[in-house]
């Protein structure tokens, strides 16, 4: 079943609303349609919360981007803009155990120097010699035209979501 880039769009918000907190992009914010952000803090403690042994937060922000026909120009641009918010938006320091940043974008179409730079992108940070955690940038498309799914290869797993949420549904 091939969808529309705003079905698409909705069924992978459909598919987030339930881990993430959605944030709808307003229309001077375009290519950018939606940025869903999740938050994990794990610890563990003994007797009281005070005698804590060990604590951990991890958090994801995914940037949903929805273009018609993707270039390798504008690729770059939306790659940079996530890199950039997302970097904003990190609570690195003590107890950070890791971070990822994750552009995700919907075309019809796509030029194969775009799918090519976003296959080759590697992005990743440690902070504090990852005493503080680190960083990692999954990046993955879907091709809505052709059905084809790429990611980078730290973003496989979101490419695994995207295969299964558009292309293997029946409803």
């Not at 018609?68 to 803009?81: G, M």
């Not at 994750?102 to 730079?117: M, N």
């Not at 080759?120 to 955690?133: A, D, E, N, V």
Request: hydrophobic share 35%.
């Amino acid at each position: 079943m091939q969808y529309t880039r705003q079905e698409a769009l909705a069924k992978l918000l459909k598919s987030y609303e339930s881990y993430y907190n959605i944030i709808l992009a307003d229309e001077g914010q375009k290519p950018l349609a939606a940025r869903c952000e999740f938050y994990e803090h794990s610890q563990k403690y003994v007797l009281s919360k005070k005698a804590e042994l060990w604590s951990a937060d991890c958090e994801e922000f995914i940037y949903l981007f929805d273009i018609p026909h993707l270039t390798k120009e504008k690729y770059e641009e939306c790659r940079d803009y996530a890199y950039g918010d997302g970097m904003k938006r990190l609570h690195v320091g003590p107890g950070h155990m890791y971070s990822y940043i994750t552009p995700i974008f919907l075309c019809d179409s796509c030029d194969e120097d775009a799918r090519k730079a976003l296959k080759k992108c590697r992005i990743y940070k440690s902070f504090h010699f990852s005493l503080h955690g680190w960083m990692d940038f999954h990046t993955a498309l879907a091709e809505l035209g052709s059905g084809r799914v790429e990611a980078n290869r730290n973003g496989r797993s979101v490419a695994k979501i995207l295969k299964k949420v558009l292309f293997q549904s029946k409803k």
